[in-house]
T-cell receptor, first 118, second 110 residues
Framework: DGGITQSPKYLFRKEGQNVTLSCEQN?????MYWYRQDPGQGLRLIYY???????QKGDIAEGYSVSREKKESFPLTVTSAQKNPTAFYLC?????????????????FGAGSRLTVL | DAKTTQPPSMDCAEGRAANLPCNHS???????VYWYRQIHSQGPQYIIH???NNETNEMASLIITEDRKSSTLILPHATLRDTAVYYC???????????FGKGTSLLVTP
């Protein structure tokens, strides 16, 4: 079945350590996104990528980095510069914004990765 | 993007229709209304979207007022599995990433 796989589901990190969250999709989507969700809050956009080898900062990119070397993969690194990294991280994908068949705003989400900094 | 306003929480009895309102009084002509829902500790799930006509699919119906300043998502026969946070989002059809607010927390009770 087509979908998005995020790993790990749960991750614990010590302060000062970088950690990379994996996101893989087999939907043949060009666009991919990373969101962060804190308890009781909505989703906030970290980074997004419309095409391979290109990505843009979202609303809260500081302390995070991404790469998009393959269409299927969009890993997120939470660096030690992120002041409060404990959160639920969600990856999503969609067709590109210029595609008009269904619209780029229909996102498919992964199951999420919950990061806790000890 | 147009701002949306949703009630923070609602209750609905199982088997009854759940009507979730959304106010988007500053919506512009090229902006669509999208609805997503998020079951606890899962990723959000797309439900439905529309521009100005009412829309229906296997999950829900979307009613948009004639002036497009508000809309209602209708779950015709709510089940316990419909308990979730429902997000109303307004965005141009070919815009970039969606902005999710706090949504409405719907509790379906037996």
């Amino acid at each position: 079945d087509g979908g998005i796989t995020q790993s790990p589901k749960y991750l614990f990190r010590k302060e000062g350590q970088n950690v990379t969250l994996s996101c893989e999709q087999n939907l043949n989507h060009d666009a991919m996104y990373w969101y962060r969700q804190d308890p009781g809050q909505g989703l906030r956009l970290i980074y997004y990528s419309q095409i391979v080898n290109d990505f843009q900062k979202g609303d809260i990119a500081e302390g995070y980095s991404v790469s998009r070397e393959k269409k299927e993969s969009f890993p997120l690194t939470v660096t030690s510069a992120q002041k409060n990294p404990t959160a639920f991280y969600l990856c999503a994908s969609s067709i590109r914004s210029k595609d008009t068949v269904f619209g780029a705003n229909v996102l498919t989400f992964g199951a999420g990765s919950r990061l806790t900094v000890l | 993007d147009a701002k949306t306003t949703q009630p923070p929480s609602m209750d609905c009895a199982e088997g009854r229709a759940a009507n979730l309102p959304c106010n988007h009084s500053t919506i512009s002509g090229n902006e669509y209304v999208y609805w997503y829902r998020q079951i606890h500790s899962q990723g959000p799930q797309y439900i439905i979207h529309g521009l100005k006509n009412n829309e229906t699919n296997e999950m829900a119906s979307l009613i948009i007022t004639e002036d497009r300043k508000s809309s209602t998502l209708i779950l015709p026969h709510a089940t316990l599995r419909d308990t979730a946070v429902y997000y109303c989002i307004v965005r141009p059809y070919s815009g970039y990433a969606l902005n999710f607010g706090k949504g409405t927390s719907l509790l379906v009770t037996p």
